[in-house]
């Protein structure tokens, strides 16, 4: 069972701006950057989001990222029907001495 | 290109050895942390292991979960990465990813396409 917990699932439109939340602890996300993933079906996963708030060179700027305390966010800004995706958190934990990934959010465009 | 192959994924059975490689192309592997990240069918993705760079020593680490039946090794001189597993369980059945880290990040921004690894009888 992972220690950072996202919603199972998140749903917009085209064009809608959709947020993905997780949830860590002062031993993970309060005290370590936050990353985020974007495993399409079959591939992958690739990097959105590093050190927080960081964007990976390619990656459009409808991507973005935040952290306050424990907790982080993805948005997607200007859904388009290929964000279609599983999306993951992830971040160091200190007791663990494991880099742990969330429970990861299907996102659906309707 | 620049690239991360991994390979050596089959079918072994409990309590057996598999030992899976990485071959890096298109970027400067000896620079680079290598990461192995795992993803059982149908479920999240886990952190494995890592092996730092020349210049840090290639320090090891990994998951609570393999420590001590699992191990990580580079051969710079051919820009490959491996991982050793041991002491196989069924629970280690899933499909092995190698990455490359942002040098002076965990983020991975490179992955290989995976290779899978049954273990059953």
């Known amino acids: 069972q992972s220690v950072l917990t996202q919603p199972p699932s998140a749903s917009g439109t085209p064009g809608q701006r959709v947020t993905i939340s997780c949830s860590g602890s002062?031993?993970?996300?309060?005290?370590?950057?936050v990353y985020w993933y974007q495993q399409l079906p079959g591939t992958a996963p690739k990097l959105l989001i590093y050190r927080n708030d960081q964007r990976p060179s390619g990656v459009p700027d409808r991507f973005s990222g935040s952290k306050s305390g424990t907790s982080a966010s993805l948005a997607i800004s200007g859904l388009r029907s290929e964000d279609e995706a599983v999306y993951y958190c992830a971040s160091w934990d200190d007791s663990l001495s494991d880099y742990v990934f969330g429970t990861g959010a299907k996102v659906t465009v309707l | 290109e620049v690239q991360l192959v991994e390979s050596g994924g089959g079918l072994v059975q409990p309590g057996g050895s598999l030992k899976l490689s990485c071959a890096a192309s298109g970027f400067t592997f000896s620079d680079s942390p290598i990461h192995w990240v795992r993803q059982a069918s149908g479920k999240g993705l886990e952190w494995v292991g890592r092996?730092?760079?020349?210049?840090?020593?290639?320090?090891?680490a990994f998951a609570a979960s393999v420590k001590g039946r699992f191990t990580i090794s580079r051969d710079d001189s051919k820009n490959t990465a491996y991982l050793q597993m041991n002491s196989l369980k069924t629970e280690d059945t899933a499909v092995y990813y190698c990455?490359?880290?942002?040098?002076?990040?965990?983020?991975?921004?490179?992955w290989g396409q995976g290779t899978m690894v049954t273990v059953s009888s």
């Open positions: 092996i730092r760079s020349k210049a840090n020593s290639y320090a090891t």
């Open positions: 002062s031993s993970n996300i309060g005290s370590n950057y």
């Open positions: 990455t490359r880290a942002i040098t002076g990040t965990r983020g991975f921004d490179l």
